[in-house]
């Protein structure tokens, strides 16, 4: 029979409605169910709805396509925990004393090992992806019977037997088991929400929630891991993947890194699309992996247009943020990067990062006054091209640490060209540190030429203290200008007054616009006082006014189509400013 128009028009809507009838289950996990066996007899597409208590996993979970797993009670981590929770290690309950010892027997499991010469002086250990936890403290893995004292502990593999000092009675004692959480195979689309990840094998070079092999945009893509607590697991927290999406998480204690990977030769043709944005990266590197293999807050590989933006990066042992070989048109923007023992955010051997709005400050502070080179500084570029560092705000401890500073080594293929470092706030808290440029690549003679520092403005101790580097030398600030270096900077001994802050409220960042647009936001200031605010569109200064509330009214006719750079200069009463930029897309 042909259909009428209105019985087809009845036959679609039946159609549709049995679609929704036909979506995917939501199934509830309760503890004391085999989550992992309950995702594999599961159909893809799954919501696995995780109620509060402790899952002890014995093997990776393996999502399908589409699978959701949330905890069943809303967290936001570190400001509320996470209740239901997913362990990779296994309870201790029956002890030996054997000697000086108590011996745990039968320990059969042994993960992937890295060189222990990746591994810092006093922690050989780190080699290994077991731990062994004293109340959810990780002991130091020693790797030797005779090293063992309190606070460590040994495994002897060959006889599948762990040894530890400290008596544990009244203790709760764990030791990770399981490799992973989460297992990237060829599922797409997966999300992880709202649960507490910790204490897995992870080995040093692999993430509790990564992939499963090597990068691909088409198998184990487009994951969503968000607010989620991620903690003390012997690798990575996670290790991205094509279209990931890493958003609020606490990322803390891991024995590596928070966040890893990199997309391989493929990133060459094909955008990474990852985006890790609004988590807390803070005290990774327990196992004390040297930070020259990788190690510390966040270490991020080969992508195209990576954006790394609004997160806490801190106190981690290694690298705050370091974005390493071969990425391109990456952004770094309004992160808060502080105290890490290295570099703050570190490009190196890349292309083409804007890096702003940042707040980077006492970072490299074990290394005082030209014990590092200029490496452990708060922003540096090493031989990369085409890095734009602006509106920044840093500062650099008294203790140790660099400034912000753009080197050339040698590294084949690789060269240091058209560094722009412009409209940042450097502030020297003390007498240790460099700012500038040093190129250590003879075969580079074009170093000096093509990289360029402008418009940046320094507090410090002393404008005639030779800290400034360029033209293989050190140079106080005014030889630093005469070098044609900051001819539009300023230096002053302001240096223990804080910089005011300045917020764009809209429009928001990537924003397409047309005809006149308002602009606002504030600027605020510790003395509560802001002499003036000014607007640039492409640097080029447009608009002032006196009002710390500002709106601002931009004409884009006759502007040119296509992304233009809007930034807000604000003063304070001394004459310290600052500044917060966007880019807005003119159609």
Not at 147 to 171: C, E, K, L, Q, R
């Amino acid at each position: 029979m042909k259909l009428t128009p209105k019985l087809a028009r009845i036959s679609v809507f039946l159609l549709a409605a049995a679609g929704c009838l036909s979506q995917a289950a939501t199934v509830t996990i309760s503890p004391g169910m085999d989550l992992p066996a309950e995702v594999s007899s599961s159909a893809a597409g799954t919501t696995f709805l995780i109620e509060p208590g402790t899952y002890r996993l014995t093997e990776p979970i393996v999502p399908k396509t589409g699978d959701v797993f949330t905890g069943a009670t809303a967290c936001a981590p570190p400001k509320t925990a996470c209740p239901a929770i997913l362990s990779g290690s296994k309870l201790l309950t029956t002890f030996v004393k054997s000697g000086s010892y108590y011996t745990v027997s039968g320990q059969t499991q042994q993960g992937t090992t890295i060189a222990n010469t990746h591994c810092a002086a006093g922690y050989l250990g780190c080699i290994y992806p077991e731990d062994l936890y004293f109340d959810g403290k990780p002991l130091l893995h020693v790797t030797s019977l005779s090293a063992v004292t309190t606070g460590a502990w040994y495994f002897d593999y060959s006889a599948n037997i762990i040894y530890f000092y400290d008596n544990p009675s009244g203790h709760t004692v764990e030791t990770s088991y399981v490799p992973d959480a989460f297992e990237g195979t060829s599922a797409n689309n997966v999300t992880i929400e709202q649960l507490t990840i910790k204490e897995f094998a992870t080995p040093v070079t692999c993430g509790t929630i990564g992939i499963n092999g090597n990068p691909s945009p088409s198998s184990a893509a487009n994951w969503t891991i968000k607010n989620n607590e991620i903690e003390l697991n012997h690798g990575s927290a996670v290790r991205v993947n094509f279209g990931w999406k890493v958003l609020n998480n606490y990322l803390y204690e891991n024995g590596n890194l928070g966040i890893g990977g990199g997309m391989g030769s493929i990133s060459d043709s094909q955008p990474s699309n990852v985006v890790v944005q609004g988590n807390e990266i803070a005290f990774n590197n327990y196992a004390h992996v040297k930070a020259v293999f990788g190690a510390g807050g966040a270490k991020l590989e080969s992508q195209q247009g990576l954006v790394f933006k609004g997160n806490y990066v801190h106190d981690n042992t290694g690298d705050g943020l370091h974005l390493d070989t071969d990425l391109l048109n990456t952004l770094v923007d309004g992160n808060t990067v502080v105290n890490n023992t290295e570099q703050g955010i570190f490009e190196e051997i890349s292309y083409a990062a804007t890096i702003r709005n940042n707040i980077v400050q006492g970072n490299g502070y074990i290394y005082p006054n030209n014990s590092d080179w200029l490496y452990a500084a708060q922003i540096l570029s090493s031989e990369s091209q085409g890095v734009n560092a602006y509106c920044n705000s840093v500062q650099v401890s008294a203790a140790g640490g660099n400034g912000i500073d753009i080197i050339a080594q040698p590294r084949s293929g690789y060269t240091s060209a058209n560094n722009y470092f412009h409209h940042n706030t450097v502030v020297f808290l003390g007498e240790s540190g460099y700012t500038g440029g040093a190129n250590a690549d003879t075969s580079d003679t074009t170093f000096f030429s093509t990289n360029k520092f402008d418009y940046n403005t320094y507090h410090l101790p002393s404008p005639s203290r030779s800290q400034f580097a360029w033209s293989k030398a050190m140079n106080g600030f005014s030889g630093f200008q005469g070098d044609g270096q900051d001819k539009h900077g300023t230096a002053d001994t302001y240096n223990s007054i804080t910089p005011p802050t300045v917020s764009i409220a809209s429009p928001l960042d990537q924003a397409t616009v047309s005809g006149t647009v308002s602009l606002t936001g504030t600027a605020t200031d510790k003395s509560g006082v802001i002499s003036k605010v000014e607007l640039y569109v492409d640097w080029t200064l447009e608009a002032t006014t006196s009002a710390p509330d500002f709106i601002f009214s931009w004409n884009t006719s006759g502007v040119a189509a296509g992304a233009h750079t809007i930034a807000m200069m604000g003063y304070g009463p001394d004459g310290l400013r600052a500044c917060n930029a966007v880019t807005l897309n003119v159609k």
